[in-house]
């Protein structure tokens, strides 16, 4: 067996989404319109006599910060796959802030636990078992459907296993500040904002970046959403007529263009993505 595995997950920025409950953990999700980004997990895999998880924020190229020592979704998948191992998963984005991180760390783990374990299982079985933890733990709803290839997506029907109309974004830039996190999970186990949201979805795929932008905005509002401290960074936005909208779930704004990062320096630190061109794979196996 090889010493160790790493895979890469991008993370995916949901703009518009509806809940629906199938008759099926495949079948459950979300429907909705979101952003693959360039930026998401990675996931270093060592074997072990029992599974730990390490979550690291990335500071700077070569230093990075433990903000968490567990991680249930991963502790979860890794138990249904039959292997323990130390696990370390590094990002430069906010956990837990509507990147799609813990969908992103759970492609990145398994793929690479899947390569040093040799367990054979496809990258559709990989992304199967990573959206059923997200459904067990709440930790999202289509995020893993989502980042399972790149582009601009528009997901019309939900779960693991339907068609995804990914638009491609090469070329567009977009920037992305985040106050915290909100929890996923109390937001999408909450009758009443799933009701919000439910009235608020418009089941449109964005003919254009610009296009997606219009779309999650208006359904930002009307769900009800958008918490007070961000609406500062919307009007700023506003006011120089870039293309913004609220980061679903988290506290957080992201514009389209590359005049965004400006603005959004006013009311912080933000950070520049662009559109992620695939989706989860495995970087190394030694
Ligand atoms: N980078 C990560 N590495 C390992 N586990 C993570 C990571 N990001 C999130 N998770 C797990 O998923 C849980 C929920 O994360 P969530 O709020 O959905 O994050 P996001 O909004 O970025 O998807 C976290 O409490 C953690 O257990
Ligand atoms: C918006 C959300 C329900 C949660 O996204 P996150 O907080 O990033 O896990 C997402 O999973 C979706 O289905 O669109």
Known sequence: M???????SPGHISGYFRRFDGDSMESTGSCGGGIVIDKGVYAVVTPARETSVSVNVARSADEDTCIARTSPPIEYALERLGVTATVKTITSLPPG??????????????????????????DDAIARLAHISELEHQTGLGDVAACTGGGIVCRKEPGISSSIIRMNGSGVTLSALSYGGLSTADVITSPAQMARVKEAYSAECAKSPQDFFRISREFAEKSGLIPEEIRPILDACDEHGIPASMTMLGKGVFALGDQSFSV???FGIPCELHVAEEGFRLIEVK
């Open 2 to 8: 090889a010493e160790s595995a790493v895979g890469f």
């Open 97 to 122: 802030a509507g990147f799609g991180l813990s969908a992103a760390a759970l492609l990145a783990t398994l793929t690479a636990a899947n390569a040093l374990f040799e367990t054979g299982l496809t």
């Open 264 to 266: 959004l320096s006013e």
